[in-house]
């Protein structure tokens, strides 16, 4: 994790480094984070997938479920 961290934490410099004016740079970071959010590979993307998958396993469980009965 801290890895990521570090190069996101690049990524931001170089883009500050790159853009002169603060107001230019805070508007790449912007872009930068939404591009992270809606993007290609994206949370947005990647929690559809997970979501997906989830509901695929658990329809699937469902159907070949064995219920055990308890006596008491």
Same mark, same amino acid.
């Given at each position: ?23 230019? &740079? ?9 591009? &992270? ?26 159907? &070949? ?8």
């Amino acid at each position: 994790m801290q890895l990521r961290l570090r190069r996101l934490q690049w990524r931001i410099d170089a883009e500050r480094r790159r853009y002169k004016h603060p107001l230019k &740079s805070c508007l790449a970071l912007h872009a930068m984070m939404w591009e &992270s959010l809606y993007g290609k590979g994206g949370l947005i993307q990647v929690i559809t997938a997970l979501k997906a998958g989830y509901t695929m396993s658990q329809q699937s469980v469902a159907r &070949s479920a064995i219920i055990l009965p308890f006596h008491r």
